[in-house]
């Protein structure tokens, strides 16, 4: 129950054609102006969060601030808004 020869070089010319169609469409030169690598770069750049500038205070005014959220935190003795940071 050998096979001819023949039919083996059929068979290899069969695998061999349904390759080569297979591969035709493809082409090797897939280059583009950039890589995925940049795409990822750009889309970093581009959603990267970026904190409001807050106004610049002198030490005075950060002093008075500060006494100011005391004396709320002390005057809320009967606990009134609870919700509104001026309680412990």
Known sequence: ???PENED??????INAEFESM?????????TPNTYLDELDQWEKVDRFTPPELP???????VKDARKAFLKWIKNSNNQNPEDGASI
């Open 56 to 62: 610049k205070k002198s030490i005075i005014q950060d």
């Open 9 to 14: 070089e059929d068979e290899v010319n069969l």
């Open 23 to 31: 591969v035709e469409g493809l082409s090797l030169d897939e280059s």
């Open 1 to 3: 129950m050998d096979k």
